[in-house]
């Protein structure tokens, strides 16, 4: 009872979330990206290359005139959007909870305090997995919309998050 | 009060038709497709196989209906203080539910079983929100035995409570011993029906006024001579009246039908305090009764429209948590009418205090220009680009631009208005709606996670939005006062991560 204290707490000295420094997803993710960019690029331009190839009598002049001026702008859009958004990308662990932000037009950071944490998970997609990257997926009580997921982590580094994730999971119970 | 529960027992041999109903119910349910497609070819169908078709059907469930009462068997195991119940024709399945686990027994009654007369047990346990334990046809004075029996075992076996000695009973039939804690009287109802479900009384307004105005102008191109010959004669002001009369009377209808609704939804409806829970049971042909823990309660939202202030009632909606997201609209409990005195008083009885508003946030007045911009702007922007580009007839309907922009506007502007997120000490109360005035309150406990977003042009102005993540939903507030919102996510955070405190 004497070490019970109850002082009114200062909240302007609290941790601040915003001013977390995050740590950039790992470079190799940039790879993934890319790839991920290539692929999308190229059914973009290989849909109306075959179908001009089966039926040509659809695609006029003008219709290649409008394909010809969107797709590039398309292109650069969505390669300008995937770098940008690789870059903005960041995670952090605090000691109470985890931070995650994204987003390039908007900031968007959520939350996510470890007590609770209903679940981790680890993610490895086909070219991830290729370049030894995992992603951590942690999931909470509130829904889809206030799950996790965090991609791009060395796949040795991942597995300690989640065990870090599990222990604190743990401890709470 | 002689029955050996000890021995297996069957359910009410009259119940064999309320399982036969069921399974008619659950096979016409799965086979809908193929009913309606018979039903569409019925002529080409030969009668007499559809007879002997529909004779088999029927015996197969009626000998399925038989073995089901057969291989349904219920008993009291008072050695190991169980509940035991057998079920399953081929797939035998045991349950056996531990007496002191048991947390609420209820007994309803659906339509199909007041009209065999029969009522349904349910065994409701803290492990799960399923329900574990269902006995489909029991008599009433069996049933009311069997849950006094296995009340009574939980009692002597976890600790006395002298809330739960009394045989209280959700059905309207048996005499309540425990004062009811909130019960909705039918004027109250009548109050309810009147003001409430604007939207969907709408909906029903537009589809009915659109359906007679298509016959209306077929009416009219089918017959010409009518239309020169008396056209003249539509004197201007009739056609006014008329349609004066009109909304009047579809207004009436549509009133009527939602009264009714109301009342076949919520008659008799009653909230009995019970061992810390809340128990509620409700409706006119089918009694349903829902059982509320506290903690599990998760958002409460109370609304109420202008109509509803000055006849002095609110609605409340209690979300709990949920386990899966399917869930999550139907375990919604719906209090459809309530005086503010007790709507304070389950308020109270769900947070153990009055949630009051405390500091009070605004949005920013470009949240106000971007929604109209969506609402007003686009769909303007769209009608000009249609008429001049595409369609130019759709101008004549150009006088309907000016009602659509005030209706509208005005809307966006009472939203705007009422759009507030008050934070106090223990709860975050949101507040939302242009007619029903909605107040969602949460108690920062019961946060899952946070999420906040800016736009980067929004960085300089010190504007943010916020979105607070529970088990029974969002609770969303977009552009108010950045640093402020930071500051209080801190301090959110603070007291989740420093406190064990139960969220469900």
Not at chain 2, 347 to 372: E, V
Request: glycine share 6%; aromatic share 14%.
């Amino acid at each position: 009872m004497e070490n019970f204290t109850n002082e009114t707490i200062d909240t302007t000295q609290l941790p601040k979330f915003e001013e977390v420094i995050f740590t950039p997803l790992h470079s190799k993710y940039f790879t993934v990206v890319v790839i991920n960019l290539v692929i999308i690029i190229a059914i973009l331009m290989l849909v109306p290359t075959v179908f001009s190839f089966f039926r040509p009598e659809l695609f006029s002049g003008r219709l290649w005139l409008i394909i010809g001026a969107i797709l590039p702008v398309v292109f650069i859009w969505i390669t300008t959007f995937s770098i940008l958004g690789y870059k903005r990308k960041g995670f952090a662990f605090r000691e109470h909870d985890v931070l995650y932000k994204s987003g390039v037009i908007a900031t968007n950071t959520i939350v996510i305090p470890y007590n609770r944490v209903q679940h981790v998970a680890l993610h490895e997609g086909l070219i991830s997995r290729y370049l030894g990257l995992a992603k951590v997926e942690i999931f909470t009580a509130g829904g889809s919309s206030s799950d996790l997921e965090i991609p791009g982590i060395d796949k040795e580094q991942a597995e300690k998050i989640k065990q870090l994730l599990m222990g604190k999971i743990q401890k709470q119970l | 009060m002689s029955t050996d529960f000890s021995l297996p027992q069957r359910q009410s041999v009259v119940g064999i038709w309320v399982l036969f109903f069921y399974s008619l119910q659950r096979y016409g349910r799965a086979f809908w497709p193929i009913i309606l497609i018979y039903a569409f070819r019925f002529n080409e169908v030969n009668k007499i196989y559809l007879v002997l078709s529909l004779v088999a059907v029927f015996t197969a469930i009626g000998i399925i209906s038989y073995l089901k009462y057969l291989n349904f068997t219920f008993a009291l195991d008072s050695e190991n203080k169980e509940f035991i119940i057998n079920e399953g024709i081929i797939n035998k399945t045991k349950t056996a539910i531990q007496l002191n686990k048991i947390q609420q027994v209820n007994i309803n009654q659906s339509f199909i079983q007041r009209l065999i007369g029969v009522y349904e047990l349910n065994v409701d346990t803290a492990g799960s929100n399923k329900k574990e334990g269902a006995i489909k046809a029991i008599s009433h004075k069996l049933a009311l035995e069997l849950k006094s029996r296995l009340l009574d075992n939980d009692l002597k076996s976890s600790y006395i409570n002298s809330e739960l000695i009394s045989e209280d009973d959700s059905t309207a039939e048996s005499v309540d011993v425990l004062q009811p804690f909130l019960k909705i009287s039918f004027l109250s109802l009548l109050k309810v029906g009147i003001t409430s479900n604007y939207g969907r009384s709408i909906a029903l307004l537009l589809l009915f006024f659109s359906t007679i105005y298509e016959n209306f102008l077929k009416f009219g191109d089918d017959d010409d001579v009518y239309k020169e010959k008396f056209g003249d004669y539509i004197d201007q002001n009739l056609v006014l009246q008329s349609i004066l009369l009109f909304i009047f009377w579809l207004i009436f209808i549509v009133l009527i039908v939602n009264i009714f609704r109301t009342i076949y939804k919520y008659y008799n409806y009653v909230i009995v305090r019970q061992n810390g829970s809340l128990l509620l049971s409700f409706g006119l042909i089918s009694t349903k009764s829902t059982i509320l823990k506290p903690e599990k309660v998760q958002i409460v939202v109370s609304s109420r429209n202008f109509f509803q202030k000055k006849m002095e009632i609110l609605e409340l909606k209690i979300k709990q948590a949920t386990s899966g997201e399917k869930e999550q609209s139907s375990s919604a409990i719906e209090i459809p009418g309530c005086s503010e005195a007790e709507g304070n008083e389950i308020l109270n009885l769900l947070y153990q205090k009055i949630p009051t508003k405390g500091l009070m946030l605004k949005p920013n007045w470009r949240k106000l220009i971007f929604s109209i911009f969506l609402t007003i702007g686009l769909p303007l922007f769209a009608f000009i680009a249609i008429g001049s580009y595409i369609d130019s007839s759709i101008f004549d309907y150009a006088f309907l631009a000016p009602i659509y922009v005030i209706c509208i506007g005005l809307i966006q502007y009472f939203k705007f208005v009422n759009n507030r997120l008050f934070i106090n000490k223990d709860f975050i109360i949101k507040q939302s709606g242009a007619w029903d005035v909605k107040k969602e309150i949460i108690k920062p406990s019961k946060i899952q996670a946070v999420s906040t977003s800016q736009l980067f042009w929004h960085k300089k102005l010190n504007i943010g939005s916020v979105i607070l993540h529970t088990a029974g939903g969002d609770i969303a507030f977009q552009l108010g006062d950045y640093i402020v919102l930071k500051q209080y996510i801190n301090k959110w955070l603070y007291e989740i991560e420093t406190s064990d405190s139960n969220w469900m």
